[in-house]
């Protein structure tokens, strides 16, 4: 029984970051596609896959990207920020930079999955479920 479905999807990309690998497997859920759409979008992944199986449900297969010239991979940090046990909820104004910008935050908000820069854009807040630089 899996408690944080989040938690375990960034573990995953997080570990096979780490070990070198070129495509990660995932369970697949709404909110874990929704990241995956904004990681592809962001540059962080090299492209993704959605396999529905019939009465299950499904896969999430992850290409991940490395610099051509270092192999240095592009996701240098993952991190689980809202948890079941502890919710970090911010307003559109009080959303975190990351790095200065060169990061990003993943927030769920009424409006869907989005990063805080266009939950800022759209002046909505809601969980800031992780960072990723």
Do not use: W
């Not at 780490?18 to 990241?35: D, F, L, Q, T, Y």
């Not at 090299?46 to 490395?66: N, P």
């Not at 009424?110 to 759209?122: C, E, F, P, R």
């Amino acid at each position: 029984m899996n408690i944080d479905p989040i938690a375990d999807y960034l573990t995953r990309v997080r570990n096979a970051v780490n070990a070198g690998h070129r495509v990660v497997e995932i369970p697949a859920s709404n909110v874990k596609k929704e990241i995956t759409k904004i990681l592809f979008d962001q540059g962080y992944i090299l492209s993704y896959k959605f396999e529905d199986d019939k009465g299950h449900q499904g896969s999430i297969k992850i290409a991940l990207k490395y610099d051509k010239l270092t192999k240095d991979p592009v996701i240098k940090k993952i991190q689980r920020i809202s948890k079941p046990g502890l919710r970090k909820y911010s307003s559109s104004s009080e959303l975190p930079r990351i790095l200065n910008g060169l990061g990003i935050a993943i927030v769920s908000t009424s409006h869907g999955v989005m990063t805080g820069k266009q939950a800022q854009a759209q002046n909505v807040g809601g969980e800031v479920l992780c960072y990723v630089y």
